[in-house]
């Protein structure tokens, strides 16, 4: 059993930066593909960003790409999204979800929004002008 437990959001003006972690505690995450997922008030829930459980493969949405990245560090069972250069549109509830790799077939396949084992808390980001 995997619990994810998430920081690091807040407010933030646009053009700043923040970085949002994951944290398993339960089990090692060597195993598992992480995503993180938002979803913005009034709007569809989307994927983001997803990273391979090796940490060598990544994924990032149209959205996000060249702004947002996604690193992980399994020695401290931890997942990591750094945001640089925010706008408006990002201000949404985030959240990070694992899978067990076996289970997915590949990092943009699990960018896909739908049903994970395994949910963080969500933390809200809100960008302001």
């Known amino acids: 059993q995997v619990q994810l437990v998430q920081s690091g959001g807040g407010l933030v003006q646009a053009g700043g930066s923040l970085r949002l972690s994951c944290a398993a505690s339960g089990s090692t995450l060597d195993n598992y593909v992480i995503g993180w997922f938002r979803q913005a008030p009034g709007k569809d829930p989307e994927g983001i960003s997803c990273?391979?459980?090796?940490?060598?493969?990544?994924f990032y949405a149209d959205s996000v790409k060249g702004r947002f990245t996604i690193f992980r560090d399994n020695a401290k069972n931890t997942v990591y999204l750094q945001m640089n250069s925010l706008k408006l549109e990002d201000t949404a509830v985030y959240y990070c979800?694992?899978?067990?790799?076996?289970?997915?077939?590949?990092?943009?396949?699990?960018?896909?929004?739908?049903?994970?084992?395994?949910w963080g808390q969500g933390t809200r980001v809100t960008v302001s002008s």
């Open positions: 979800g694992a899978e067990l790799f076996h289970r997915v077939a590949g990092v943009q396949a699990m960018c896909v929004w739908r049903p994970l084992d395994y």
């Open positions: 990273i391979s459980n090796s940490g060598d493969t990544t």
